[in-house]
């Protein structure tokens, strides 16, 4: 007989065009699948019922751009800029972790994630130059409960490249002997990061023979390959993640929206770092359905209710302060809303990742991947728009219960895990690179 989960009496923001926020309403999950959503579909015979009174539920978060394994490395580098980063958290630090801190780096950025809301990462996986290091990542992912896609890339020192610059065929077709199936809960993907045609060409065949997805980092501007050169070289499609985009002009990103690939855009660390303007609200222009990223926690947070709330301030102050913007007496231009930013934490994550079948929204039939959020606190009550309560007021305190395919990793608030001994270890790390 199905195990059966039922939240009653609640305000759900399904992310469905089609269901829209249903207020008072039920959501029924069985064997890890929703499987009604609606007034009154609760089952009486229910193994187990939360109430959701004074509760906003969302789908699970989706972070389209994480390099997981720096969480080991968190706030060391809150005040660098790109290139002290480059220097000291790639090129020092990097070089001195082991796999057990490699590990350690992935184990603790899951648990965070998952702790704020968010149950699907992509995990851009750039330190893969030396044995044991992907495996620990690997099993760290495995074990968290977190869903994951490994995007394989080069390592942060660049070790294993192979002479054409692209990525090491060793290193990806062991990984997709550790990932073999594509619909399991952590599977493969590629980081084609190149800087020549030649490059460019080996990775993305690599992905193209595996069938796995992409993703690449790509900021206009700055001298490397951007999507119209790409497109010129015939090798992208729309398994596509392009990571920033911070400096490309409007053709490219609309060459982005005729392709159909993504874009990941992460706020915080771009205006922080100096990577440009997050480009928001030109993808939107563009027709783009852009995604968030948290990108590194050795500078930024790992939530996504800072990705939203600071895309949408930037996204609306560019359309009204930037380039372009209308005069005191012109009327405003689109600006971006508060349910566009919940969109591209969710749906638009789910889609930019191939997942948009399985996840994304509370739609019947998806996985159980959603996040009970308290509504009835200080700081978020009362709710006039639960929609803006949640990309505007609520934070990871107000996440009460997180479920992955049904499964609880969170509940009344606590994570299910204990993390003492994860910390610790971090702690270790920390202080054997102080020294």
Known sequence: MPHRLAITNTTLLTMDERLGDLVGADLVVEDGVITAVG???????AEEVLDGTG???????????????LAVLRGRGADQTLPEYFADVLGHCGSLLTPEDVGVGT???????????????????????????TEAAVAALRE????????????????????????????????????????ARVRMGLCVDAFTPEAARWNWALAGELDVPVVLHCLGGRGGLEPSDLRDLGVFGPRAVFVHGTGLDAAELAV???SGAALSVAPVVEMLMGHGTPPLAAALEAGLRPTLGTDVESTGPGDMFSQMRSGLQSAR???LHGPGAPGRDEPPPRLMTSRQALEAATINGARALGMADEIGSLTPGKQADLVVLRADRPGIAPVHDPVGAVVQSADRGDVETVLVAGRAVKRDGRLLRDPTDLLARAGRVRDRLSR
């Open 39 to 45: 007034a009154g579909v609760a089952p009486a015979d």
């Open 55 to 69: 509760r906003i539920v969302v789908p699970g978060f989706v972070d389209s751009h994480r390099h997981m394994w």
């Open 107 to 133: 184990a603790l950025s899951a648990l965070t994630a998952l702790d704020a809301g968010i149950t699907t990462v992509q995990d851009v996986a750039n330190i893969n130059d030396r044995p044991g290091r």
């Open 144 to 183: 968290s409960g977190l869903r994951a896609v490994f995007a394989f890339g080069h390592s942060a020192m660049g070790e294993d490249r192979p002479d054409h610059g692209g990525l090491s065929e060793a290193g990806v077709r062991r990984l997709a002997e550790l990932l073999p199936d594509r619909g």
């Open 256 to 258: 982005l929206a005729e």
């Open 317 to 319: 102050h560019t359309a």
